[in-house]
């Protein structure tokens, strides 16, 4: 029988150069007990322990450990199966993260830093991280959260690790409502999707564009739009719909994602808008603009073809 239970046990793993080692180093700051690569046949030793305190400070200090396809024993449909029993017979409350990353990337990040892979030591990096997917597979199936980082820079990811994993949210959905441009790239880890694009354009007034949706002639250009209240108050009631179920099902985390072509106009708005919404009903969403500041394009902004005219609505 284990005397003494952590709050929270978070296991971090991923592919070699995915950001677990930022990941783990972003929980160390927020205050979590970090321990890395440490071999398996340690890990029940090492949760047996109890927790170092200090007048009762200490007792609830999540724990945060580190395993990958370098971790000595490492055998991920072994971990699988000792996280399932822990969970079910001993009654700890255990997480895991994945942190993933598409080979492409990878490839670069180690070309970039001139390491090695620690799987192809004296062969090519994509040798290397085709069979850590393989070795790790079970372990990505069996996460409760997922995190590509493919497109993140390290700021973003300690961003999104401070999000999840910084405030006590127990038994609540983490919320993110996300603004991006199409022309930038799909958010990869958004769970809904909306496309502004049916909006019309502050980005062909001169005056508003190098404007962004948070100013205020900026959302009055886009709520003269006719379809705009009517689709924005349906999206806001599916949204308060939905989530209740998400958090009724055990959803840990929700990110609401919307689009439009630059980034920097319609779906920062939107996002706000909802955000504020959101709010009045009783949710606590994060905001985040992910090409906000990004520098105006107009050939950016001519996905659809049709060039814009004076007096004239453009869907771009």
């Keep these: 029988m ?5 709050k929270t046990v978070l296991l971090v793993s991923g592919m070699s150069g995915g950001g677990k080692t930022t990941a783990l180093k972003t929980l160390e700051d927020l205050g979590w007990e970090v321990v890395d690569n440490l071999p398996l046949s340690l890990l029940d030793r090492l949760m047996d322990t109890p927790l170092a305190t200090q007048d009762g400070q200490d007792r609830d200090r999540p724990l945060a450990i580190g395993i990958d396809a370098r971790t000595r024993g490492f055998n991920a449909a072994a971990i699988v199966q000792r996280i399932k029993y822990l969970k079910e017979r001993e009654n700890w409350d255990i997480e895991t993260l ?9 490839e670069r990040r180690y070309d970039e830093t001139r390491r090695r892979h620690p799987l192809a030591q004296d062969r090519p990096a994509a040798d290397g991280i085709a069979r850590e997917r393989e070795l790790t597979e079970p372990l990505r199936r069996w996460a409760g959260q997922v995190i590509d980082t493919t497109a993140m820079t390290s700021n973003d990811l300690q961003r999104a690790i401070r999000e999840r994993y910084g405030r006590d949210l127990e038994g609540r959905t983490v919320l993110t409502i996300l603004s991006f441009g199409y022309s930038r790239g799909m958010p990869r880890n958004a769970d ?22 948070q100013e205020a002639d900026v959302a009055a250009y886009i709520a003269e739009d006719p379809a705009y209240e009517e689709s924005l108050a349906q999206i806001e009631t599916l949204l308060s719909t939905l989530l209740p179920r998400y958090q009724a099902q055990g959803k840990s985390y929700v990110t609401i994602a919307f689009g ?4 920097r106009h319609r779906s920062v708005h939107v996002a706000e808008r909802v955000a504020r919404y959101l709010r009045q009903a009783g949710f606590s ?13 107009n050939g950016l902004e001519k996905d659809s073809g049709v060039q814009p005219q004076e007096n004239r609505d453009v869907i771009s």
């Design 2 to 6: 284990i005397g003494h239970k952590a």
């Design 98 to 106: 994945y942190l993933d990353c598409a080979g492409a990337e990878l």
């Design 260 to 263: 439009c072509t630059g980034g």
């Design 192 to 213: 809904l999707v909306f496309d502004m694009r049916y909006l019309r354009n502050p980005h062909w007034d001169p005056l508003l564009r190098p404007k962004t949706g």
């Design 285 to 297: 969403p994060t905001v985040l603009h992910r090409n906000m500041e990004s520098t105006p394009h």
